[in-house]
């Protein structure tokens, strides 16, 4: 007999309760009126450079790298939020005590709460869809470009809601867990980022001083931990026809093996921080279970 | 249906279940009683596969709970103490909800919903949210929700806590129309009255352990002629902790008393004698200069038995 397709049930239910909610219309309201804002602002400025030798839509083109950051900042402090009371909030009203009850597993519970959050992140990046075709269809930007943008932002989205459910998890108060989840997306990029550049750094000091006999060697593969670099080389590549892959090779790599893995940076990046993410989903999975063995 | 073998549950130093032992039948409905801390919840939660035993043995319908937690999910029904409420939810989709988590197609949740909102009489509320309801309503609307997948094993940790006396009412309505259906029932409660007519059997929890258990008739047999007695005394020219001291000294110089224990503002006495060997403590007392404003002997029921051997400790 043919199995029929479920839906998880928890997120049946998450849609189901935030369909009724208006706070999420409001939210949406509230980034696509910020979003285009930003749009005002930039073109603004692009008319006030310009003076009266009539208007340079090709600087418009900025507007990708701005809006795309501006995205991606929004989305990482939107998504916590709404992932934050995921299983905390279940636990302070004993409803998650019910559910562990029935035969829905943890994870599946933890998969349910990302979910819903991925519904919100997907209504989000929709709505903004028109206000980011400006910097396409204006700057003169392909919608292979736009779709890529969008692709890379609702992987930022799971992986950013993975380690809010994980936060959520374990920590009993939300707000706890939205700071938390906020510091390790900022740590995460911190620590890669200066460990990249000040490697990159050495290398170009070394190779000026010495004349290119230092390679950086697998140092910069650190930087394919770093979530938000998926989105800094398609930014590059888009923009100004350069990659992280070519910063390397100008840094001086030396390996070709290595020279590969840079050059597939997105995908490598995107499917390692993933998995990472899955892996932030079965530690949330294992605290929901751990909850077995506190005093209540 | 449920064996319960050597169970143990230690939080680190503390031990909250001492090698616990339960017997109950199919069918039966089994009322926990026990002050805060001797070990209902713990005990409720490990059956539930809420909570990992230490050591020990669950068996529900032969399964080993504590081995193969899956494996019960499907024979046990579970009521907290605290009821869960989500926004925007309708009392028919809090059941769908519920039903969908047991793998339940939507037209059976309906169909089973139905009956189940008839038996706790929420039919006309099936449109209500949920969040609109009183507590006695949402309460019995959670005895429904944790009936959807029809369990035989139905498991209530204090279902009538906050509940004004006409919901509790109508819980034990609820409650004894499932006694009929014949699921077995475990139920925690506060209100030992209510429990000794609904329950077909009892257990009574102290420090972890069960000190007695048994049909509720077999256990008011057993407690025959050990009602306690309840008094409030003072001793002139004596402090309170001075006059306590000498009338407890006074009382277990009598060979009726097995023990003596104090409430808020009575000395609970528990007294095998008969009545007129009562007479004769209350003389006794009043002739050692003890001035008894209130000598009262309690009725042959399940909350004196409660109190005398919990000591007058009752939550």
């Known amino acids: 007999m043919k199995k029929k397709l479920r839906i998880n049930p928890i997120l049946k239910k998450e849609l189901m309760v935030g369909s009724r909610s208006m706070k999420m219309s409001f939210a949406i309201l509230g980034i696509d009126a910020f979003l285009t804002l930003i749009v005002i602002l930039v073109m603004a400025s692009a008319n006030m450079m310009t003076g009266f030798s009539g208007y340079d839509y090709s600087s418009l083109v900025w507007l990708f790298p701005i809006l795309g950051c501006t995205e991606c900042g929004l989305l990482s402090l939107i998504v916590p939020i709404i992932t934050s009371g995921s299983i905390s909030g279940e636990r302070e009203r004993q409803t998650l005590d019910i559910m562990l009850t029935t035969p829905v597993s943890p994870f599946s519970i933890a998969l349910g709460k990302l979910g819903s959050a991925m519904v919100v992140v997907m209504m989000y990046m929709i709505s903004s869809i028109p206000i980011l075709a400006i910097a396409f269809v204006l700057g003169g930007l392909n919608w292979g470009a736009l779709l890529g943008l969008i692709g890379i932002l609702l992987y930022l989205g799971i992986y950013v809601g993975s380690v809010g459910v994980f936060c959520s998890s374990f920590v009993k108060k939300s707000i706890v867990a939205t700071i938390l989840t906020i510091a390790i997306g900022v740590g995460i990029l911190v620590i890669t980022g200066v460990v990249f550049y000040a490697w990159i750094g050495i290398s170009n000091y070394y190779s000026m001083k010495n004349g290119g006999s230092f390679s950086p060697g697998a140092a910069p593969l650190v930087m394919m931990f770093n979530p938000y670099s998926p989105l800094f080389d398609f930014i590059l590549r888009t923009m100004s026809g350069t990659s992280l892959y070519e910063i390397i090779e100008t840094a001086g790599n030396q390996s070709v093996v290595l020279g590969w893995i840079y050059k597939g940076w997105i995908p490598i990046s995107v ?16 605290n929901i279970c751990v909850t077995r063995n506190r005093k209540k | 249906m449920l064996e319960i073998q050597n169970l143990t549950k230690r939080y680190g130093k503390f031990l909250a279940l001492n090698d616990l032992n339960l017997h109950i039948d199919k069918g039966e409905i089994f009322g926990f009683v026990g002050p805060n801390g001797a070990g209902k919840t713990t005990t409720m939660r490990i059956v539930c596969g809420l909570l990992k035993a230490s050591s020990g043995t669950v068996l529900i319908d032969g399964v080993n709970a504590l081995l ?118 475990i139920i925690s409660s506060h209100i030992l009255p209510e429990l000794s007519e609904m329950c077909t059997s009892i257990g009574i929890m102290e420090h972890g352990q069960l000190i007695i258990s048994g049909k509720v008739e077999e256990i008011m047999q057993k407690s025959a002629g050990t009602q306690p007695i309840r008094i409030k005394a003072t001793v002139s ?46 003389k006794t007392l009043v002739e050692r200069d003890i001035a008894v404003s209130n000598f009262y002997r309690e009725k042959e029921d399940l909350e004196s038995l409660f109190l005398e051997i919990t000591g007058g400790n009752q939550e």
């Open chain 1, 271 to 286: 499917v390692l921080n993933l998995l990472i993410a899955l892996g932030f989903l079965n530690l949330a999975a294992r």
């Open chain 2, 68 to 185: 193969r937690p899956d494996d019960i999910k499907r024979k046990v029904g579970y009521v907290p103490d605290f009821f869960g409420v989500y926004d925007n939810l309708k009392v028919m989709e809090y059941m769908e909800f519920y039903g969908s988590m047991y793998g339940m197609e939507r037209e059976e949740v309906c169909e089973i919903s139905e009956g189940l909102l008839e038996l706790v009489n929420l039919s006309d509320k099936r449109e209500a949210f949920v969040d609109t309801l009183s507590r006695g309503m949402k309460q019995r609307l959670c005895v429904a929700r944790a009936l959807i997948h029809n369990p035989d094993l139905l498991v209530l940790d204090e279902p009538n806590s906050g509940l004004d006396p006409r919901a509790r009412f109508e819980m034990k309505e609820v409650l004894k129309n499932l006694g009929t259906m014949g699921k077995t029932i």
């Open chain 2, 237 to 282: 020219g004596q402090g309170e902790e001075d006059g306590r001291e000498y009338i407890a000294t006074v009382l277990k110089e009598q060979p009726s008393v097995s023990k003596v224990s104090y409430t808020e503002d009575e000395i609970l006495v528990s007294f095998t004698g008969s009545e007129q060997e009562a007479a004769k403590l209350l």
